[in-house]
Each structure stands twice: as structure tokens, then as C-alpha cells.
């Protein structure tokens, strides 16, 4: 059985200044987000984290790419956990998106902030007055 963790399990950030990082640190940081998002994603999922979660899964050329489409269905479970209509497309994160001057960061990250949104908004309906 899994379990839906609170909110502050995902962090939100700007997906433009994610792009942005990413490319002034010439990748490093997309290994670092990589890495964070693939942890907050299991711990939502209430699943343990497995290699294809971890930053050097991008660093080998395939397994990488499968790690990117497995990241993408995680996140639409996460989504469905919540009752959300969003969805990640698998096909667009892994081919078109990276192909798409590095776009995957920012699709997947906007995807993210969208759970984020709605763990903050469930959080605040349930909070006592």
C-alpha cells in the first residue's frame, strides 16, 4: 500500500531558472535536480528508490533515457494519487523535450509545481481554522 506524503516532500522551483542553471553549470545542475526530484518522487509514491532515480542513471546513454520515461510515469502516478487530470508524457520527455534545446527539465518541473499546487491547496482546505 503506498502513502501520499505532505506537500514539503516536493519542492517547487521556477522551471525557467532550472533551464537557466542547468545551462550555466553546463549540466551539473540537471544532475543534482535530477537526482532530488527522482528521491521527492518516490517518497510521494511511497516507494523506494531505485538506480534509474539516481543523477549518474543520466549519464549512461540509454539506461538514461529509460530513467527519464520511468521519472515521467512516476510523476503521472503521483498525479493520479491526487485525483489530478495532469499527465506526463513519456514519449515527449525522453525524445522530443531533450531534443528540444533541454526542454525535459523545464515540461517535467512545470508537471511538478502543478502537485506541488495541489498538495498546497489540499493542505490549506484541511488546515484547522
Do not use: C
Amino acid at each position: 500500500m503506498t502513502t501520499v506524503q505532505p506537500p514539503s516532500a516536493i519542492r517547487k522551483q521556477g522551471a525557467w531558472g532550472l533551464w537557466w542553471l542547468t545551462v550555466i553549470t553546463f549540466g551539473i545542475y540537471y544532475l543534482v535536480w535530477y537526482d532530488r526530484i527522482g528521491g521527492e518522487l518516490a517518497s510521494t509514491a511511497g516507494v523506494s528508490r531505485e538506480s534509474w532515480t539516481r543523477w549518474w542513471s543520466q549519464l549512461v546513454p540509454i539506461y538514461g533515457l529509460i530513467g527519464l520515461s520511468l521519472t515521467a510515469k512516476r510523476l503521472n502516478q503521483a498525479h493520479t494519487q491526487v485525483g489530478s487530470s495532469t499527465q506526463v508524457s513519456p514519449i515527449v520527455t525522453w525524445l522530443w523535450a531533450p531534443i528540444w534545446f533541454g526542454s525535459h527539465t523545464r515540461y517535467l518541473q512545470r508537471r511538478i509545481n502543478i502537485l506541488v499546487d495541489i498538495y498546497s491547496s489540499r493542505a490549506t482546505a484541511h488546515a484547522p481554522a
